[in-house]
C-alpha cells in the first residue's frame, strides 16, 4: 500500500506532466503582437524599471500560448545596439505553466521590468522586446523603441534643480 506521501508526489508529477501537455502545440507561427504601450523614456542606470507590454491575438481565430505564472521574465529576449538594458529578474516562489487564451483581437497585459546599466548620461538606446511562448521555438518583436540611460547622480542634480 502506497502511503499519502507517495501518492501526493505522484499526483503532482501527473498534473506538471498534464499541464505541460496541455499548453504544448505544434511549432505554428501564431498571429501574435507585442506592443510597448507605455515606455518610461529615461531609465537611471542600476534602477529596475517596469514597460507595461499588451500582447494582441492579431488573427481572426482564437489562439492559445504557454507562459509562466511569475517567471515571466524569462520569456523575454532583448534585441539592442549596445547591451547596457536588461531584464530585471521577478521573484518568484512558486512558477507553474499557464495557458493564455485570447479570442480574435484580444490583448494580454503584463508588465516587464528592465534595467540599465551605468551609461553616458542621457544616452539614447534602441531597443526591441521579443516574446517566446512556452510551446513554440518562435520569437514576436515588439516595435524598436528609444529609451535614454541617465546617471543617477545626474538625475539627483535635474532633480536637486527643479523648482
Request: hydrophobic share 45%; proline share 6%.
Amino acid at each position: 500500500m502506497l502511503d499519502y506521501g507517495t501518492m501526493r508526489s505522484a499526483a503532482i508529477a501527473l498534473l506538471g506532466v498534464t499541464t505541460m501537455s496541455c499548453i504544448a502545440q505544434s511549432d505554428v507561427l501564431l498571429p501574435l503582437a507585442v506592443t510597448v504601450t507605455a515606455t518610461p523614456g529615461v531609465l537611471v542606470a542600476g534602477r529596475a524599471t517596469n514597460l507595461d507590454i499588451v500582447l494582441r491575438n492579431t488573427g481572426g481565430e482564437p489562439i492559445a500560448f504557454g507562459t509562466w505564472s511569475c517567471a515571466w521574465d524569462t520569456q523575454w529576449h532583448l534585441r539592442q545596439e549596445a547591451g547596457t538594458i536588461a531584464i530585471a529578474a521577478t521573484a518568484c516562489s512558486r512558477n507553474v505553466p499557464r495557458t493564455i487564451r485570447l479570442a480574435a483581437g484580444e490583448t494580454y497585459a503584463r508588465s516587464l521590468a528592465l534595467v540599465a546599466r551605468p551609461a553616458g548620461n542621457h544616452e539614447p538606446v534602441r531597443l526591441a522586446l521579443g516574446f517566446e511562448p512556452l510551446d513554440t521555438s518562435h520569437r514576436y518583436w515588439s516595435a524598436p523603441l528609444t529609451i535614454t540611460i541617465a546617471r543617477p547622480d545626474a538625475t539627483a542634480r535635474d532633480d536637486e534643480s527643479t523648482p
